[in-house]
């Protein structure tokens, strides 16, 4: 992408975002809104860069905590995929429990970790539900790359006699790489959304959410600081995750 094309993708969103935060001040300023009831954004800067050391240490709880789940989600989510497309029955019995736990509301999953398996003083409560959500969507698109794959590449493997093992590693496998990548970039802000909610419901006096939840009774520019520690978080796991898929995509373009 030429410079140009870097300054017109960039500018635009930082432009709305420049507007967007000028506007909100004028407003907080035109009808003299209590700071307790929305507080402007030169409030909530200077709440952020005077709480900084303390919204970094909940931050990096909150992140250590998602990008964990994300990885495991990860590994557990490309398994999982691989053995369902080798053997159907294991398909029949994971797809529905996959979803099914997917459904379960977080509030619910939760405390019951906490409560009854892990302890109120683990971080491996919000990293195990972290993990459950981000396995859902890599297994759901992993699979599906695995199994759209061209036929005559199937056919020409099965002419050489080779074997399921061998189809699924050098024909499925390499069809899948760019499912998993676009699951890596919808899962990692998932990853950080979920982690933060967690949070609120149990467990160790850590986080993001803690540091929100604990705020709540006094000043609000001091709650919307964590938000921008959350904003950050999720931005930086997306860009991340973005900028891999990006990389991959342009190595094949390249070869």
């Known amino acids: 992408m030429t410079a140009s094309g870097v300054v017109k993708r960039v500018g635009s969103p930082l432009l709305f975002g420049v507007a967007f935060l000028g506007v909100w001040e004028l407003i907080v300023m035109a009808f003299d809104i209590a700071p307790f009831t929305l507080p402007a954004p030169s409030a909530i800067w200077s709440a952020f860069i005077e709480r900084f050391d303390q919204v970094l240490e909940e931050t990096l709880v909150t992140g250590k905590n998602a990008l964990i789940g ?19 029955g294991v398909e029949s019995l994971l797809t529905p429990l996959a979803v099914a736990v997917n459904a379960i509301p977080i509030v619910v999953i939760v405390p019951i970790l906490n409560n009854m398996l892990f302890g109120t003083t683990s971080q491996v409560p919000r990293r195990l539900m972290v993990m459950l959500i981000v396995f859902f969507v890599v297994f759901i698109n992993v699979s ?9 590449h199937l056919e020409l493997m099965r002419s050489y006699a080779a074997t399921p093992w061998e189809i699924l590693l050098k024909v499925r496998a390499p069809n899948a790489v760019g499912y998993l990548f676009t699951a890596m970039r919808i899962a990692a802000p998932l990853a950080v959304i979920t982690a933060f909610v967690a949070e609120y419901f149990g467990g160790v006096q850590s986080g993001l959410a803690t540091g929100v939840r604990n705020s ?3 000043s609000k520019d001091v709650t919307w600081a964590y938000v921008i ?6 931005l930086t796991f997306y860009l991340v995750s973005s900028g891999l898929e990006r990389l991959h995509g342009g190595k094949q373009n390249s070869g």
């Open 144 to 152: 599906k790359g695995l199994r759209q794959v061209s036929a005559t």
């Open 70 to 88: 994300f990885l495991l989600g990860i590994v557990f989510g490309v398994l999982m995929s691989l053995l369902t497309v080798r053997f159907v």
């Open 229 to 234: 520690g959350a904003s950050v978080l999720g």
């Open 216 to 218: 709540l009774n006094g």
